[in-house]
């Protein structure tokens, strides 16, 4: 032990296994060091919780469930949690190392991000969270301080699994900013659900464009009051020229009742400015209008009267369904159990992994039905139950596909639609990721 230091000296072993390098951080939730794994030979970070949670047995086992779940949550925008131990009085996690700095630090330091890079921290905080409520796990004290950005600008949400402890803490605890992201229903002690994670997302995201924290207060029941008398100021009133989209996309997520909230943090990404708006409202379980799905498309799209034609042909595709022959019927056998945004994402996975990680500035998706493979079901047999092997057919009969550019994505054809093949893949830089939907 030692005084300012920390808990532990530079030098100290812990377990047999982890040698103390220093101290890296503090807070309500305890302490946090950088140590050298002598198992593993790599870099970790160790974090010491609190004495209290030691002596309660019932607390410590909830805890050891909830870090338990946490764990199986893997996505690069989580941080991982290798191990939880004991050592001499201490619970301790053992995470992966962030040579970074958190959120709430850089934004005390710069003020407010750039637009573009909040936007593009906004969204990767977005991808992580989806990632972690896709896994039936809920962080529950989301805020800046849990969210750490690495030297190359790369998103990582800590402190999954910690919300057991969180909700224990007393308006004493309010200085160290743990209740103060909290959302209504959370702060009530009612039930908590994905909407309240994004609601917690909204304060993030205020405070990531604007340098503020959306509400000021000195104790959780002043917050309460604050969060049902009152919507934080508008960004716009102080900071000019705010992004309109932004400002509602931030008040979307800090609807008070939470069925008025965004669905996901999916749905929060694609209505970020150069999101999917279309696949924003659907996400939201909205009825997109005629003009929504014409300026559905990116930049490089078609324009809204093209649009508006399509949906036409679209709504009378629909009402004569009952009359198309089988072949158009057997779309009902293929699996689309993936939404658009979800296989957005992994997309863009897919090129970070094989090293396009700057992602380009122009960007088309959408479904393209594979003729080839319809073609070789209906001409291998006459049986009307053929086509239900499209439930396992591979390739798929339907394919998501995801593009990026350097430059505009201008169609050549005469449909004026971007393809995975329209504009031609010349220019360097220009990257095509080709998924099965389910």
Request: proline share 7%; aromatic share 6%.
């Amino acid at each position: 032990p030692s005084g300012d230091a920390g808990i532990f000296v530079a030098g100290a072993i812990i377990d047999g296994r982890y040698r103390i390098i220093g101290r890296i951080g503090r807070g309500a939730m305890g302490e946090v060091y950088r140590a050298d794994d002598l198992t593993l030979g790599q870099t970790v970070a160790l974090k010491f919780l609190p004495r209290a949670l030691a002596a309660d047995a019932a607390r410590r086992k909830r805890f050891h469930n909830e870090v338990r779940i946490a764990r199986r949550v893997t996505h690069p925008n989580i941080c991982r949690v290798y191990d939880i131990g004991e050592y001499e009085g201490h619970t301790y996690l053992s995470m992966e190392y962030i040579d970074g700095e958190d959120l709430a630090s850089l934004l005390r330091r710069i003020g407010h991000l750039p637009k573009a890079k909040a936007i593009d921290v906004s969204r990767q905080i977005c991808a992580g969270l989806a990632a972690a409520h896709a896994a039936g796990v809920l962080h529950r004290d989301l805020k800046p301080m849990n969210i750490m950005i690495d030297g190359r600008g790369k998103v990582r949400i800590t402190d999954f699994g910690l919300a057991a402890l969180v909700q224990e803490l007393d308006d004493s605890d309010m200085r160290a900013g743990t209740p103060a992201y909290m959302s209504p229903e959370q702060l009530a002690g009612k039930d908590v659900s994905e909407r309240s994670d994004v609601y917690s997302l909204g304060l993030v995201l205020y405070e990531l464009f604007t340098g503020r924290r959306a509400y000021r207060a000195s104790s959780a029941t002043e917050l309460a009051r604050a969060q049902a008398e009152r919507a934080p100021a508008s960004p716009s009133s102080f900071q000019e020229d705010f992004d309109p989209a932004v400002e509602r996309v931030i008040f979307h997520c800090l609807e008070h009742a939470p069925e008025h909230r965004p669905a996901s943090a999916l749905a929060v990404a694609a209505a970020l400015p150069g999101g999917d708006p279309l696949s924003a409202a659907l996400a939201a379980g909205e009825l997109p209008s005629p003009e929504l799905v014409a300026a559905s498309t990116h930049a490089e799209g078609v324009a809204p009267n093209v649009g508006l034609a399509c949906l036409l042909v679209i709504l009378a595709g629909v009402v004569a369904l009952p009359f198309l022959n089988d072949r158009l019927k057997l779309y009902s056998f293929v699996q689309m159990s993936k939404p658009p945004e979800v296989l957005r994402f992994a997309a863009q996975e897919i090129l970070s992994s094989i090293g396009y990680t700057r992602r380009r500035p122009f960007t088309a998706h959408g479904f393209v039905v594979r003729d080839d493979v319809l073609d070789r079901i209906e001409t291998e047999s006459d049986d009307p139950t053929r086509w239900s092997r499209l439930v396992l057919e591979a390739p798929p009969a339907i394919e998501y596909w995801y593009r990026e550019s350097p430059v505009p994505l201008t169609p050549r054809g005469a449909s004026g639609m971007v393809s995975p093949r329209d504009p031609p893949l010349t220019e360097p830089g220009m990257t095509l990721v080709r998924l099965s939907p389910s």
